[in-house]
């Protein structure tokens, strides 16, 4: 969102004003259009492309009647030009709807095509705007500089692209100059362009610039970017929002002291923050957001940023404590210092209004930080305050009840803290609050219908992942209508919460995991057809899953969380206006249906209905699907092929069909995905070669075929082509033939599986070059898809991986999978020697090569993947002794070395010892030690103990053993003889047991004795 200052907007105000004043009024003067200048306009006109007529009115004799053109009431000349497009940004249909659509109609609303060299005889020209249309990424013509009398230029957002052209400091009468563009909306919705210069000198020249907006140019190799705008002693407004500028170019002093507002937000300055800022004393607005400044925030002084009103520092790396300077700009309506490393407690005076003088403070803003201990009584002097964002901060204790005392309270924030214990009921009363978001805390205790009472305005309510729990009657009927419910991870439970259906606002709903074991009520499809997130997850809900089907219009897109519910029945139709559905892990069945062929819905994007009990066929009607980007029908009961009409699903990113009864080849049209990044066609009966056309996906970065029945060999463009591969798993299959070096292309790869196959042939030792594997860094990176013109984080389970580690069968989700780096090639009949060459691989986790006719000795250097959790050498003819470098792998929990010919002791020592499971190394003959019952010959110890050590250690332990044996058997004798002397019923029973036993003993000699003899 734009900030201006209510400076900036009265100067605009002023600015207009004053041109306008010299405008001509048909209805008040006589003075008619000059014919020169209407030819010029008519010529202009010319050039434009109008698709909405916008400029219908451009007929006749009269041109200052004519839409956006203005007069000078005295001489009849054209001084304004205003042709800026006033057409509506709508965000949800960009966002939520089918975005290039969208771009296009916007489009259509505005100008375009070229600007008319005629424009250069409207030489009394006061005022041109152009912006917000789209011009399609020409160049800025250089003969607007010709028009000398020009004191307001606006070609914003309006689609230029190139060099901004230096002519444009001939404007010397400048006043008003904006260029930036609008991230925030229109602009961004309808154009990719961007301006850039490597030069600011020219603007030195516009000596009575006022106003200069360069959002979004890119200024990064215009070195002389301060330098020249120091030179504008009268500029008052400056924003250079989006320049690609790193550094502060070196001034003594700065001359722009007349500057009011002043952005620089999200650039890369990596810096602190330069002192002559401080030195701008009538500074009212400050935005430094979106960089990478550190150091302290402020100076020890703050007393010539008295008149500063609005101050923005968030997305920055302050990591120190808050300073008390900050607190006395007693002006201060606005601070944000959210998403920084600031630590350290709250000022222990901030609500003290003695010391600190924050008493105009509306706005205050100090989310995401690493701020600890309470949050201070005094926070309830701050009564000015309408916003107060505290949440993801370390917080701790319980809420103030001083919080009461700012009645002016709109929006509230302490989510994601420590706080505890029960809500204040001073909380409550804030009767003006709008959004109360106290999610992530351990609150306790019961919420009833009183506690709402007052709340009449609340639109947002955030209470997930506390330890609360919603008790109120089945008869309330809140005082409010809520927009945003969140209330995941708390216990609303068992009864489906019959107090919703009073509220018909309701755009986001989430009541995950919040033990509902309910069935949906029918009167919910009137609350939720107006819903775009609803999110009843991890709960017991049964019947049949809600569809909301109503208001299709442009505004809705849904997006729904059903998954891990016990819903029945069939799938019933899709409502025309969902964005997402996600009924994974339910218990519904039949068939998935056909779409009806007049229904439209080009807003689907995400399709999961995985785990569940579907049979028959994939539908064609799927393929009619063509904005899907995730579609997931894994781990059902599906049969028959896929539908070659599958190729039509052009942005797909994600297809997963693992684990179903499918059959046939594997349709070429898959080729036609270019989008494809993730394809699962695992455990189905898939026959036949690989189609050569996957070839094409160059997207790709996770292809698992594995169980299937696919034959042929390992084809070499896997490797060639499908450059971005993470994981490649073609396990179970009937592959033949040497594995093709090419695979050592795959520098990305962290997931080889090729387990039980027919390949044969050595272990290429080229697969030293999977990089990803050498890195001991976890990747964090996930896999993204478009949608739209966005890109989202495929964060669902669509990404599943199975892997036969530590002696059980693993199964990783999307949240775990990019940390997985594995490698299994077991049950195949590949030979030779394991390639020294793997050892390298450092941060394998895993590695299986079990099964195979592998020879040689176990390289020495094994002992150098560190990250080694499994290792499996099984059943292979492996000979020579077993490393002494084993034992250096500290992580190691499953080893299997058994089968083979391995010989010599088994090393010792370190972690391995805990692996002392003989079924490790069982079937080597020639192998001793411990925890086989097999001794080494010649009094050999377990490898990793040479014997003159052993040995010098054995004596050095009984010198010590005798060394202390004589003194504590004496004082042993002499404690126990002692007890004998002074315990007369211990000494009896001593000598009655020493008797018996001495009976005992003679009575079997004697029998001995007799049977010998």
């Known amino acids: 969102m734009i900030k201006f200052t209510a400076f900036t907007v009265l100067w605009f105000v002023f600015l207009t004003g004053k041109i306008d004043l010299d405008l001509y009024a048909r209805a008040h003067s ?3 259009c000059l014919e020169s200048e209407r030819k010029t306009l008519i010529e202009f006109k010319k050039g434009l492309i ?5 400029l219908a009115s451009w007929t006749g004799e009269d041109c200052c009647s004519w839409k956006g053109v203005g007069c000078s009431r005295n001489t009849g000349h054209v001084v304004k030009l205003d042709l800026r497009n006033n057409a509506t940004f709508d965000s949800d249909r960009f966002l939520y709807g089918d975005a290039q659509n969208y771009a296009s109609i916007l489009r259509q609303s505005c100008l375009g095509g070229q600007i008319s060299p005629s424009l250069v005889n409207l030489q009394h020209l006061h005022y041109l705007d152009l912006s917000s249309n789209y011009f399609a990424g020409i160049r800025i013509p250089a003969f607007i500089g010709s028009l000398k009398n020009l004191r307001y230029l606006s070609l914003s957002s309006a689609g230029f692209n190139g060099t901004i052209p230096p002519q444009l400091g001939n404007l010397s009468a400048l006043e008003y100059l904006d260029l930036g563009e609008n991230f925030g909306g229109f602009s961004a919705s309808i154009s990719l362009h961007s301006l850039s210069t490597k030069s600011l000198w020219w603007a030195t020249s516009l000596s009575s610039l006022k106003h200069l907006d360069l959002s979004g140019a890119d200024l990064g190799e215009a070195r002389d970017w301060l330098q020249a705008l120091n030179k504008l002693r009268f500029l008052s407004s400056l924003t250079l929002r989006l320049c690609r500028i790193y550094s502060f170019p070196y001034i003594a002093h700065p001359n722009f002291t007349s500057l009011t507002s002043l952005d620089l937000s999200g650039n890369g300055f990596n810096s602190t923050i330069p002192l002559w800022l401080f030195n701008l004393t009538l500074l009212v607005h400050l935005d430094l957001s979106n960089n990478r400044f550190f150091g302290p925030i402020v100076p020890n002084s703050l007393q010539h940023w008295s008149s500063l009103s609005y101050l923005d520092l968030s997305l920055n790396q302050f990591n120190t404590s808050l300073p008390d300077p900050l607190f006395t700009l007693n ?5 944000d210092l959210s ?4 630590q350290g407690p709250l000022p222990f005076g901030i609500g003290n209004l003695t010391s600190l003088t924050l008493n105009n403070l509306v706005h205050l803003d100090l989310s995401n930080n690493q701020i600890q201990g309470p949050l201070p009584f005094g926070i309830g002097n701050l009564t000015s305050l309408s916003v107060l964002l505290m949440g993801g901060n370390k917080f701790e204790g319980k809420i103030p009840s001083a919080i009461g005392q700012l009645r002016e309270l709109t929006e509230l924030d302490l989510s994601d803290n420590g706080f505890n214990g029960t809500i204040p009921s001073s909380l409550w009363r804030l009767s003006e609050l709008k ?10 205790g019961e919420l009833r219908d009183i506690h709402f009472a007052q709340l009449a305005q609340l639109k947002e309510l955030s209470l997930s992942s506390n330890r609360l729990a919603l008790n109120v009657s089945s008869s309330w009927v809140p005082p409010f209508q809520l927009e945003w419910i969140y209330m995941s ?16 606002r309701v755009e986001s709903l989430l009541m995950s995991d919040s033990s509902i074991s309910d069935t949906i009520p029918d009167w919910f499809e009137s609350v939720c057809h107006g819903i775009k997130t609803l999110d009843f997850s991890n709960n017991y809900i049964t019947g049949k899953p809600p569809m909301c089907k109503g208001n299709s219009g442009d505004k809705y897109r849904k997006m729904f969380y059903l998954d891990s519910n016990k819903f029945e029945g069939p799938l019933q139709l899709l409502p025309t206006d969902i964005f997402g559905l996600n009924l994974q892990n339910n218990s519904l069945h039949g068939i998935i249906p056909q779409l009806d062929i007049n229904m439209t819905l080009d807003v689907l994007r995400v399709l999961d209905l995985s785990d569940n009990h579907f049979i028959g066929s994939i539908p064609d009607s799927l393929c009619s699907l063509q904005m899907l980007v995730i579609l997931d029908l894994s781990n059902n009961r599906l049969s028959g092929r896929i539908p070659s009409c599958i190729g039509k699903l052009k942005t797909l990113g994600v297809l997963n069909l693992a684990n179903n009864s499918l059959y046939g080849h594997i349709p070429i049209s898959l080729a036609h995905l270019n989008y494809l990044q993730s394809l699962h066609l695992n455990r189905n009966n898939f026959t036949g070669m690989l189609p050569s056309s996957l070839r094409y996906l160059k997207k790709l970065q996770y292809l698992d075929l594995g169980n299937n029945g696919l034959e042929g060999i390992i084809p070499s463009w896997i490797g060639d082509e499908l450059s971005r591969l993470k994981i490649l798993v073609l396990e179970s299959n009937n592959f033949h033939g040497d ?18 196959n027919n390949l044969t042939g050595h272990i290429p030792r080229c697969f030293n070059n999977f990089t990803a594997m050498t890195s001991t860094e976890l990747d964090s990176t996930r896999i ?3 949608i739209g013109v966005l890109n989202s984080v495929v964060d669902d389970d669509s990404e599943e991986l199975s892997v036969f580690i530590k002696g059980v069968m693993l199964n990783y989700t999307s949240s775990n999978v990019r940390y997985v780096r594995f490698m299994g090639l077991s049950g195949n009949k590949l030979s030779g020697e394991i390639p020294v060459e793997l050892m390298s691989l450092v941060g394998l986790q895993g590695l299986d090569l079990s099964r195979n006719h592998l020879s040689g000795r176990i390289p020495e250097n094994i002992g150098d993947l560190k990250q080694l959790e499994s290792l499996d050498l099984s059943k292979n003819d492996l000979s020579g002794p077993i490393p002494q470098s084993l034992s250096n792998l500290d992580s190691l929990c499953w080893l299997n070395l058994s089968f083979n010919e391995l010989t010599g002791p088994i090393p010792s020592g370190r972690h391995l010892q805990t692996l002392d499971n003989p079924t490790f190394y069982i079937g080597n003959s020639g192998l001793c030690g411990d925890p086989l019952d097999k001794s080494c010959p010649d009094g050999k110890s377990n490898a990793g103990e040479s014997d003159g050590d052993h040995e010098d250690g054995k004596e050095s332990y009984f010198d010590w053993f005798y060394a202390g044996l004589g003194p504590g058997f004496a004082v042993g004798l002499v404690g126990f003889l002692s007890v004998l002397c002074f315990q007369k019923s211990w000494r009896y029973a001593y000598f009655g047991f020493l008797e018996s036993l001495f009976n005992k003993v003679w009575v079997e000699i004697a029998l001995l004795k007799r049977k010998f003899v």
Do not use: A
């Open 331 to 335: 002006n201060l309506v606005h601070l």
């Open 50 to 54: 109008d698709k909405s007529n916008r």
């Open 784 to 786: 993204y898809v478009p």
């Open 339 to 342: 998403n920084n490393q600031i």
């Open 489 to 504: 991870s708390m216990k609303i439970g068992p009864k489906f919460p019959l107090w919703l259906q009073t509220q018909k």
């Open 30 to 32: 006589n003075v008619s």
């Open 739 to 756: 594995i093709s070096t090419s695979l050592c292309k795959l520098s990305s790869l962290q997931v080889l599986k090729l387990e039980d």
């Open 435 to 444: 959004s109360l978001c106290l999610s992530g805390n351990p609150l306790s």
